[in-house]
T-cell receptor, first 115, second 115 residues
């Protein structure tokens, strides 16, 4: 059972356009939502993260929008560049003082930005 | 420079052979993780360890084994019981128990193939 559902599986955007990747979850106990960026042959790297007490977080061209009532969150990449071409993963975790704080990952979105 | 080192980058396994993937971190993190990545399936958790000399099975532990004798090291053995071992294996670490909103930091992976 996929705890975090991600769409689309692949995305092609023109240079300068906006890339939007969506994720949805069911477990309302999730309290941390990071996004990771992965280039071919490399490990994922943390891009940006949000907590459910805020509706939006922006870092440079990357913005997370969070809708707690709909249990959805999305990544927006403004002014998309060819260098942004990578696979993006959303994830979610539950804080536990004694537990593992494991991350549940979406299945990934392969973004291609066309020059 | 702090980080996670995985070795080797590429590994080939013969039928019936056990192979061990190395993961070392110098981030002073308590928690370490092993993931398997297959195309279109995201990251699936194999094993995780919250502290030295302790580890737990993840979602797909069958055919794998781990040890955690040192804080810095979390090697993964792919045994001959794993019938479909061809995949990209990722090691990660995070601060550990008692901390909320923990990102996981990833190594650059080991690609395992069958000869």
């Amino acid at each position: 059972q996929q705890q975090v559902k991600q769409s689309p599986q692949s995305l092609i955007v023109q240079k300068g356009g906006i890339s939007i990747i969506n994720c949805a979850y069911e477990n309302t106990a999730f309290d941390y939502f990071p996004w990771y960026q992965q280039f071919p042959g490399k490990g994922p790297a943390l891009l940006i993260a949000i907590r459910p007490d805020v509706s939006e977080k922006k870092e440079g061209r990357f913005t997370i929008s969070f809708n707690k009532s709909a249990k959805q969150f999305s990544l927006h990449i403004m002014d998309s560049q060819p260098g942004d071409s990578a696979t993006y993963f959303c994830a979610a975790s539950i804080y536990s003082q004694t537990g593992a704080n494991n991350l549940f990952f979406g299945t990934g979105t392969r973004l291609t930005v066309i020059p | 420079d702090g980080g996670i080192t995985q070795s080797p980058k590429y590994l080939f396994r013969k039928e019936g052979q056990n192979v061990t993937l190395s993961c070392e971190q110098n981030l002073n993190h308590d928690a370490m993780y092993w993931y398997r990545q297959d195309p279109g399936q995201g990251l699936r958790l194999i094993y995780y360890s919250q502290i030295v000399n302790d580890f737990q099975k993840g979602d797909i532990a069958e055919g794998y084994s781990v040890s955690r004798e040192k804080k810095e090291s979390f090697p993964l053995t792919v045994t001959s019981a794993q019938k479909n071992p061809t995949a990209f294996y990722l090691c990660a670490s995070s601060i550990g128990q008692g901390y909320s909103n923990q990102p996981q930091h990833f190594g650059d992976g080991t690609r395992l193939s069958i000869l």
